[in-house]
């Protein structure tokens, strides 16, 4: 029997090694893509995001949703980073966004020692990975090879997911990005290091119901936590930690605050409530234990590879900006 569990776990991890490997080469990118055209990119990315850490470790969580927003529309082609008045990043979906500057400082230095190799797109990708790092998560191989795209248009980010979305349209918003049920719980997981609005989760306390009571999966001590962080009628754009206890170590608390009713977000707290996907917030949280289930740092990584690759451009396609918040 031991040695049954000994040969199923590194089954396990033959498997998620090698899923990496073939969600890398199936996309035309690859880990290492500048090691002979600009062998210092990863360094240079690496030490820029540090520096920006350092002075304000709530930019990992910003840096990570800025990457989450960018695939989500257009594929992960920094499209996201474009500055102008229809562009994407001024649709209200993207209000809010940040770590914009830190990106613009990555891709100064970058040019500086390799003019027009490395793309916007490698380096919010990078940046991403790096943020996880130095929030004590797990670091894993980023494919590079990615293009920038041409289009940056603020129509086309209707349909990210919201904190509003029922479990059904966030499984839906996912898979049409070739993403599953668990790479869906997986990514949100990424909420361990964010922070959100009062005015994004603020009805759930005060107005969920036609007679103004609150929303019944918080936990009853949590709401009043909740409260007292966003009184009724108070700043909107205060902002609250995703992860209550946990907000800057990228660790699987999240996971049990959903388990715990302890969901900032109406859609995470959902997680809870469907049963394909309360299967896997389970396994993270360690309510329950199976052989086959990976732990979710690690799970995380291989998510992070899968949804790096969505939509990307290679080859020919897009271009190598100057600068990544405009067009050459």
């Not at 918080?218 to 946990?246: E, F, T, W």
Request: overall charge neutral; proline content about 3%.
């Amino acid at each position: 029997m031991a040695m049954g569990i000994v040969f199923k776990a590194i089954l396990q991890f033959l498997v998620y090694s090698l899923g990496i490997f073939v969600l890398v080469g199936a996309q035309g990118t690859k880990v290492g893509f500048y090691s002979s055209t600009c062998p210092k990119a990863e360094s240079i990315v690496t030490s820029t995001v540090k520096t920006h850490f350092n002075a304000d470790q709530t930019i990992a969580a910003g840096l990570l949703r800025l990457f989450f927003h960018d695939c989500f529309v257009q594929g992960c082609d920094a499209s996201i980073l474009i500055t102008g008045p229809s562009a994407e990043k001024n649709s209200l979906t993207n209000l809010g966004l940040r770590g914009f500057e830190v990106v613009e400082d990555a891709k100064t230095q970058v040019e500086a020692a390799c003019p027009g190799v490395v793309s916007c797109a490698d380096i919010l990708a990078l940046a991403s990975r790096d943020a996880v790092v130095l929030s004590k998560g797990p670091t894993w191989g980023v494919p590079t090879g990615r293009r920038d795209g041409l289009v940056s248009s603020s129509s086309d980010a209707a349909n990210l997911p919201t904190p509003a979305d029922s479990v059904t349209v966030q499984k839906q918003k996912f898979a049409d990005k070739g993403l599953t049920t668990e790479d869906l719980v997986t990514l949100v997981g990424a909420h361990t290091i964010g922070q959100t609005d009062c005015q994004f989760f603020s009805y759930r306390l005060y107005n969920f119901t036609t007679t103004g009571n609150a929303d019944p999966t918080i936990s009853s001590s949590y709401l009043s936590q909740l409260q007292s962080l966003c009184p009724s009628g108070g700043d909107g754009s205060k902002r609250v930690a995703l992860d209550k206890g946990s907000q800057l170590n990228f660790d699987d608390s999240f996971f049990k605050n959903v388990r715990d009713g302890n969901a900032v977000l109406e859609s995470d707290q959902r997680l809870w409530g469907d049963a394909s996907t309360k299967s896997v917030v389970q396994k993270y949280a360690g309510t329950i234990r199976g052989v086959l289930g990976l732990r979710f740092d690690l799970a995380f990584a291989k998510a992070m590879v899968k949804l790096s690759n969505v939509g990307v451009k290679t080859g020919s396609d897009g271009e190598i900006r100057k600068v990544c918040s405009a067009f050459n």
